[in-house]
């Protein structure tokens, strides 16, 4: 799944539904939804959380809707470009 130009590679469809995310050849992101909870980790798990939401109900593990994956599979690849922004910046300051 492509969004805002981030590929979005679903490896697990089960409970928990996880995705690694890529731009280009690039590992940019891990996203999980797993007991409830969805979170984006930058570059990939463990790293930092840059994206958390919080479904009622703890037991969820995947979404209910195409619908729902999509926006927040959308807000989840404009966390990341934000981050890779920040991070180009920071990188480019750092040279000048």
């Known amino acids: 799944m492509n969004f ?3 590929i979005f590679e679903l490896t697990c469809g089960a409970c928990p539904e996880q995705y690694d995310v890529y731009k280009g050849d690039l590992l940019v992101g891990y996203v999980r939804l797993r ?3 969805l ?3 930058y570059p990939d798990v463990g790293g930092e959380t840059i994206y958390i939401h919080d479904f009622d ?3 969820k593990g995947c979404f209910d809707s195409d619908e729902e994956r999509d926006f927040h599979l959308t807000e989840i690849s404009k966390a990341l470009i934000g981050k890779l ?3 180009l910046a920071d990188a480019t300051s750092r040279i000048e």
């Open 4 to 6: 805002n130009g981030l």
């Open 35 to 37: 007991w409830g909870g």
């Open 39 to 41: 979170r984006c980790d």
């Open 57 to 59: 109900g703890g037991l």
């Open 85 to 87: 922004e920040r991070e």
